[in-house]
């Protein structure tokens, strides 16, 4: 079953630039796609379709059979979206009144927020952690932070943008880590990114986008070798068969 419907998707920024052209794409659930594509290919811009952080300019989200448009709410709590700066979406004074503050939006009982926040924390690896300052956090942490805020909001589909910018390689090691966690405990995941080679091996699909249209969609390793003629760099596949699906 999809949980993600694209149809004809469009969006035109006031400036005139088009930053999608007539995207037709669907995402079953419980599924891991990567999304690849150089910097103005519109991957961004897809994503923020997905809990109405943009409007189309036409066409139409649907997100488990409803429309985006008809209740942008409901779009929101079902798909989570960590942004390539987990900073811009970090609002808390300590780690655990962040992750609080979703689900105390949602007007919960405090004892069903305080349940959520310990459960998140758990998952993340940050409960430890839970009385610090989210501004004394690593880059990873942060990232992980976002994640669990995510979480304690009940979502369906977790979307990372970027995910691996500027962290060091146990940053990446530690969002892989959270993503296959993800992944084997249900979710369907979306991860945009230029960098395939942390992803390429454990994701179900990968597309392709430039200039605002997907130009390739199937399994990573068949296509991976075609990503650098679209502006991402071509990643090592040596060692790992063609022909395997699991």
């Not at 991957?43 to 036409?58: E, V």
């Not at 959520?116 to 300052?133: Q, W």
């Not at 990232?143 to 691996?164: C, N």
């Not at 596949?237 to 699906?245: E, I, K, L, S």
Request: neutral net charge.
């Amino acid at each position: 079953m999809n949980i993600v419907e694209l149809e004809n998707l469009k969006h035109q920024f006031p400036d005139g630039t088009v930053g999608l052209d007539g995207i037709r794409l669907s995402i079953s659930k419980g599924s891991f796609v990567v999304i690849a594509g150089s910097n103005g290919s519109g991957k961004t811009t897809l994503l923020r379709h997905l809990n109405g952080l943009l409007n189309p300019t036409a066409g139409i989200v649907r997100i488990d059979g409803m429309p985006v448009s008809a209740d942008v709410r409901r779009a929101r709590r079902k798909v989570g979206l960590v942004f390539q700066e987990p900073d811009s979406q970090i609002v808390g004074e300590t780690v655990a009144s962040d992750v609080a503050f979703g689900p105390q939006n949602l007007r919960l009982d405090p004892a069903e927020v305080d349940r959520r926040v310990s459960a998140a924390l758990e998952s993340v690896g940050l409960k430890a952690l839970a009385d610090k300052p989210p501004h004394l956090l690593s880059g990873g942490e942060k990232r992980r932070l976002a994640l669990a805020g995510i979480l304690a909001m009940g979502p369906s589909v977790v979307a990372f943008d970027e995910p691996f910018a500027s962290l060091d390689d146990t940053g990446v090691r530690s969002i892989v880590a959270e993503i296959c966690r993800l992944k084997n405990d249900g979710y369907t995941v979306i991860v945009t990114t230029h960098d395939l080679e942390p992803v390429l091996f454990i994701a179900d699909r990968l597309i392709v986008m430039q200039a605002g249209r997907i130009v390739r969609d199937g399994f990573p390793v068949q296509i991976a070798n075609e990503v650098g003629d679209f502006g991402v760099r071509k990643p090592c596949t040596c060692g790992w068969p063609a022909n395997r699906r699991e």
